[in-house]
């Protein structure tokens, strides 16, 4: 109950592109912080990009200027386009909401796989 559902993964080359998102049925998106993040085989879980209520946005460094995180509220989903992809982007990836900057995420998605051929 509550839970977002993430999609959109799936087999790519190295430069390629791929759109992920993140929508939810019993929760407004638009009402929290959304973030992305990403966690590979035998690798701690980490942070990609964030999108506050207000939209301001946070990459990190890996993917800036490569990722793109966007809203669609019409929609209650949220984006993360992304292009020139890498074969270090493979991962298994999941969107997570938090109430505020202030507040940890506490919803999360299923994850979904993200891969990269080089």
């Known amino acids: 109950q509550g839970q977002l559902v993430d999609s959109g993964g799936g087999l790519r080359q190295a430069g390629g592109s791929l759109r992920l998102s993140c929508t939810a049925s019993?929760?407004?998106?638009?009402?929290?912080?959304i973030g992305w993040f990403r966690q590979a085989p035998g690798r701690q879980r980490e942070f990609v990009a964030a999108?506050?209520?207000?939209?301001?946005?946070d990459y990190a460094d890996a993917v800036k200027g490569r990722f793109t995180i966007s809203r669609d509220n019409a929609k209650n989903t949220v984006y993360l386009q992304m292009n020139s992809l890498k074969s270090e982007d493979t991962a298994v990836y999941y969107c997570?909401?938090?109430?505020?900057?202030?507040?940890?995420?506490?919803?999360w998605g299923q994850g979904t796989q993200v891969t990269v051929s080089s």
């Open positions: 019993e929760r407004t998106l638009s009402s929290y912080t």
């Open positions: 997570a909401a938090a109430r505020d900057e202030a507040h940890p995420y506490e919803y």
């Open positions: 999108i506050t209520r207000s939209g301001r946005i």
